[in-house]
């Protein structure tokens, strides 16, 4: 609420935290090893932070990849105050697909009971396995989709998830990433409906303004569009990059 600007610092693990003029204003070590989502929440008055970590480093030595070999994947998901106390940390579900598979976490979306909702904290593991995890607010596990209970099929990099509350009690937006479309869902995870294959090139993540959501596209630009999911236009693209 302040107006401030929060940032992870990629190479060192720092978050930073600038004022609305860019002026550093304080920092702190987060103890995770890839701030790769961090997701705002109030509760009480208090605002927290939440960091989807997903446990590897690209190395810019390697052009920007994760480094060779079979090094350690360290994925969690962390909810810290504003200075960096860590308040909670989620287990990683114990589920079947995590026997064999890596445990990712890229961003977290929370049903905020401010806004009327029950608490519940969503993990999308977008560089892992490719499923979502629902966590109640007391942070034990409740359940999982993957997109096979759905119409549309099964997520490929669902990099990013957001609580859309422009219709009301709100839905889960996931961008599907690599299935270049954006899936919904309610919050008791049932499947809704699906979009964007034919305007959406590679979904990322999600925020609305007024009656417009904006998706962040890896392939360089903005998508604005209207509340029934409809492009209104694109913003900053350059594809070519």
């Given amino acids: 609420e302040a107006g401030d600007v929060i940032s992870f610092h990629q190479q060192d693990g720092t978050v930073l935290v600038f004022d609305g003029d860019g002026n550093l204003k304080r920092s702190w070590d987060s103890g995770v090893t890839e701030g790769h989502g961090m997701t705002l929440v109030k509760e009480g008055g208090t605002e927290y932070l939440w960091i989807a970590d997903n446990g ?39 589920i079947g697909v995590y026997r064999q598979g890596n445990y990712m976490p890229t961003w977290v979306a929370v049903h905020e009971e401010r806004h009327g909702g029950n608490g519940d904290v969503w993990v999308a593991d977008g560089y892992g396995e490719s499923y979502i995890h629902r966590f109640n607010k007391s942070g034990e596990y409740l359940s999982s989709i993957n997109g096979d209970e759905g119409q549309a099929g099964r997520f490929a990099c669902p990099h990013g998830i957001f609580i859309d509350r422009r219709r009301g009690d709100g839905e889960l937006y996931v961008a599907d990433r690599a299935n270049h479309r954006v899936q919904v869902y309610d919050l008791e995870g049932m499947f809704k409906r699906a979009f964007g294959s034919d305007i959406l090139s590679s979904p990322s993540g999600f925020v609305t303004h007024g009656d417009l959501l904006i998706v962040a596209e890896l392939r360089a630009r903005l998508a604005v569009l209207d509340k029934e999911d409809k492009l209104l236009c694109y913003l900053g693209e350059n594809e070519e990059v």
């Fill in 56 to 94: 590897r480093k690209r190395m810019p030595t390697q052009a920007y990849e994760y480094p060779d070999g079979d090094a350690q994947v360290t994925g969690r998901v962390v909810k810290l105050t504003l200075d960096g106390q860590k308040i909670m940390e989620l287990e990683r579900p114990d």
